[in-house]
């Protein structure tokens, strides 16, 4: 459905403004909280129980959907206005930790709720080009947030109140969006057809591929470290990777016109190098900031032609959203961190990079079967 120039300005600035406070709750949530458990006297095992309880939400929740709810405008903002009240919930069972782990289970399906509904309308209604300028407000809001609390936070308890003010924001730009939501909404009998079976090798792709980040996400910075490369130094590789990953969002267009299964398979191949060049020179500065360069294509180029090539595979394109997020980064999230601790050492990024090749041959066998398949 086209849009006219009028209506389209106020929805990329609302579409904007909630990636930017989405992603950077987000940031907060992942980047400050964890050490704030520990300097509350949290245990690192409970640590890792609590932060394995949201991805776990995240995935379980498209099936509570696919059988028994439908994805509607009440439901969406049901889940904005949890968020927020988690959120402030947090603050009052911080020294608890079952309680803890309890609003953190509620967080997390109602964080991975709202996403989907958003990415829905902005696929629905933006271009392909127009897209990913939208969505770089999400990276500008994680950086933000990252280098703001990096100076900013004193008392460990503060991460709380800005996860507040960061849902809060999200509610509110959040709660706009339903305006400009041209998909047709689909009930929980039509979602009830929905099948993962039929597309199962591209699942699977799209499983090892974040299964695969799994060491990046958690031990790139010990990994660099104990090679000898500086904590700022580092830190600086980190910013690098968000930078062109804010770049490929801005000038991906011309690129997203081209088949999007090609682009996907071009990206998990250029992720396998990646963490192969991780690898074979972990310590030389120069070529890490190459490998981190390699974000724009790995992740941003990534997951924008995965988001938009699951929007044209399926009608019941919110449920469809949710498990792309729930497979990816809830599942694939969660196994990655688990299998990536275990196999932590001088061969983890070789084997992060064999995972890569074997969801790059998913695709190959997903394209084989897709060619048999009447859509």
């Given at each position: ?97 079952w309680l803890y782990l309890g609003t953190n289970l509620l967080f997390g ?92 090798a591209f699942w699977l792709s799209i499983f090892l591929m974040q299964v ?124 990655g961190a688990v299998l990536s601790g275990q196999l932590y050492g001088e ?29």
């Amino acid at each position: 459905m086209s849009m006219s120039r009028n209506t389209t300005r106020p929805l990329t600035f609302f579409l904007g403004a909630y990636y930017f406070f989405y992603f950077a709750l987000v940031g907060v949530y992942v980047i400050f909280m964890p050490k704030m458990l520990l300097e509350l006297s949290y245990s690192t095992l409970q640590v890792g129980v609590i932060y394995a309880a949201a991805p776990f939400m995240r995935f379980l929740i498209p099936f509570v959907f696919r059988y028994y709810v439908a994805l509607t405008v009440r439901v969406y903002h049901l889940s904005l206005v949890l968020t927020f009240v988690s959120t402030l919930v947090l603050l009052g069972v911080i020294d608890d930790f079952w309680l803890y782990l309890g609003t953190n289970l509620l967080f997390g399906a109602a964080v991975g709720v709202s996403l989907p509904y958003v990415e829905t309308i902005a696929l629905g209604t933006l271009s392909k080009h127009h897209y990913g300028k939208v969505r770089l407000w999400g990276s500008l809001g994680f950086m933000a947030i990252a280098l703001w609390l990096g100076k900013a936070l004193e008392a460990p308890q503060e991460a709380l109140y800005y996860l507040s003010a960061m849902a809060a924001m999200t509610l509110v730009f959040g709660a706009v969006l339903t305006r400009y939501d041209t998909t047709p909404h689909t009930n929980a009998k039509d979602d009830a057809t929905f099948s993962l079976f039929k597309y199962w090798a591209f699942w699977l792709s799209i499983f090892l591929m974040q299964v695969g980040f799994g060491g990046f996400y958690n031990f790139f910075t010990i990994y660099e470290t104990a090679h000898g490369i500086s904590l700022e130094m580092t830190s600086w590789m980190w910013s690098f990777g968000v930078a062109c990953e804010i770049a490929m969002l801005y000038f991906q267009g011309p690129l997203l016109r081209r088949n999007l299964l090609t682009l996907l398979q071009f990206a998990t191949l250029v992720t396998a190098l990646r963490w192969l060049m991780l690898y074979l020179f972990p310590d030389s500065v120069a070529l890490t900031f190459a490998s981190q360069s390699l974000h724009a294509v790995s992740f941003a180029l990534y997951h924008t032609a995965a988001i938009t090539y699951v929007f044209s595979l399926y009608t019941q394109k919110k449920l469809a959203q949710q498990f792309f997020l729930g497979i990816a980064f809830g599942l694939g999230g969660s196994v990655g961190a688990v299998l990536s601790g275990q196999l932590y050492g001088e061969f983890l990024f070789l084997f992060e990079s064999l995972i890569s090749l074997l969801a790059f041959m998913a695709l190959l066998l997903h394209q084989k079967r897709k060619t048999s398949i009447t859509p």
